[in-house]
Nanobody, 128 residues
Framework: HIQLEESGGGSVQAGGSLKLTCAAS?????VAWFRQAPGKEREAVAS????????FYADSAKGRFTISQDSSENWVYLHMNSLKPADSAMYYC????????????????????????WGLGTLVTVSP
């Protein structure tokens, strides 16, 4: 069983930076960050393949966000730079504990699949 808890959200002005942290326990194959803005569908931000630390990024995150984890694999981070008002959303940490294709790393259905475990989220607000 995987448990996840996010922290680090807050309010920042456009152009600023935030670091989100996910306390993660349990064996996993992928851990990822997703976000959902009011009235919009949940979307992937970044994912990390646990066995080799290979990272995957949504187009909106490339060049601005970095996903990483510490050597103990108990903490997963999302470093966000050059934030825009469009980045405002609830950010969720998610994980999956079974093998899946790398092509699914940034996939998410309305029910959260293929990621089986989710945190409660942390709110990021970016003002103009």
């Amino acid at each position: 069983h995987i448990q996840l808890e996010e922290s680090g959200g807050g309010s920042v002005q456009a152009g600023g930076s935030l670091k989100l942290t996910c306390a993660a326990s349990g064996s996993r194959t992928y851990v990822a960050w997703f976000r959902q803005a009011p009235g919009k569908e949940r979307e992937a931000v970044a994912s990390l393949e646990d066995r080799n630390n290979r990272a995957f990024y949504a187009d909106s995150a490339k060049g601005r966000f970095t996903i990483s984890q510490d050597s103990s694999e108990n903490w997963v981070y999302l470093h966000m730079n050059s934030l825009k008002p469009a980045d405002s959303a609830m950010y969720y940490c998610a994980a999956v504990g079974v093998h899946m294709s790398a092509s699914q790393a940034l996939a998410v259905s309305p029910h959260g699949i293929p990621y089986h475990f989710w945190g409660l989220g942390t709110l990021v607000t970016v003002s103009p």
